[in-house]
């Protein structure tokens, strides 16, 4: 055999080896991130594939209401859509529980603050959705300020265990649902109200001070920080690009077995982020309605407009059916309608003005 031959066949060898060898020791990092990137790929392909859909912008039979937290949308629960729906409409417990069977019959309002995934629990086809977006700035602020404003209510107990155990017994007594039931503050205000009560055990402690600070968003003595509140893993887990996470589906809340991971695989890996964004955005598409908060006159009178518009035509026609029982919106609705009342339509749109 020539020299030569053995030389080659030495190299192959060794640049096999080397293969073999970048391969064993490749970088877990580089690793994860390759398994991420399938994970959420093919998350996102199967998820733009459920969005095909025609006619979207007809009110089906069933409307979605999907409250993204402190955009407002508890004011048009209340201030409209409650007027216009019977209760006898409303699926159960929709704006207050997270968890529940929307097979009740006649149920046409569902209003609640859980994210996208909801929508694999109701009838597709027959569903159409509608959501208000915030500045995602101005809503952590906001979500910053009433966990802090609801865990503070509990400062009257004399201690931690005190508080907790009086908020079970008041929430075992009664059929009502507190806010620590309900997405995101059942996680948010438990982990704010255990900071507020370490905070002032410390200050018990501690004794009186002199501690002046003019910044309400950095009273450490008293209150955690904003920066301590949005650098913390649970901010991180449900605050940080919440409104799109809810929108995609991808909250700590989802019905996708998938969901959890998939959102681990975006915080680790912040570029596989273009994936859920795409998704978000196509949902948004391809809703009913979207409103902003920032324009909420304009968004409010839209939303009476385009959406309260085929609410009533849809009550009224469904009251007008020979054997279908007349609900109280539908009888309200035929009696007023002729007269543009419409119960509560024009009666908001004042409201706005």
Partial sequence: MRLTDLSSKYAAFLMLLGLIFNSINASPIEVDFAHCETKVFKWASSALDFEVREDKRTLRDLLFFLHVPRTGGRTYFHCFLKKLY????????SYDKLRFDPSKPNCRLLVTHDDYSMMSK?????????TILRNPIDRVFSTYEFSVEVAARFLVHPNLTSATHMAGRLRSKTNGVSTLDIWPWKYLVPWMREDLFARRDARTRRGPTNYQNNDSYNMEDTVMPLHEYIN????????????TFQVAGLTNNSYFAESHEVRHCIQLHQSLGEYVLKVAKKRLDNMLYVGLTEDHRESASMFANVVGSQIISQ???SSSKPGVSHNKSGQCLKQEFYGYNMCAYLLFLYKMT
Wanted: hydrophobic letters at 35%.
């Fill in 86 to 93: 019977s209760s006898d409409l409303e699926c159960p417990r």
């Fill in 122 to 130: 109701l009838p597709k086809e027959k569903t159409s959705v509608v």
């Fill in 232 to 243: 913390d893993p649970v901010a991180h887990d449900i605050i940080h690009n919440g409104a």
């Fill in 315 to 317: 009550l009224v026609t």
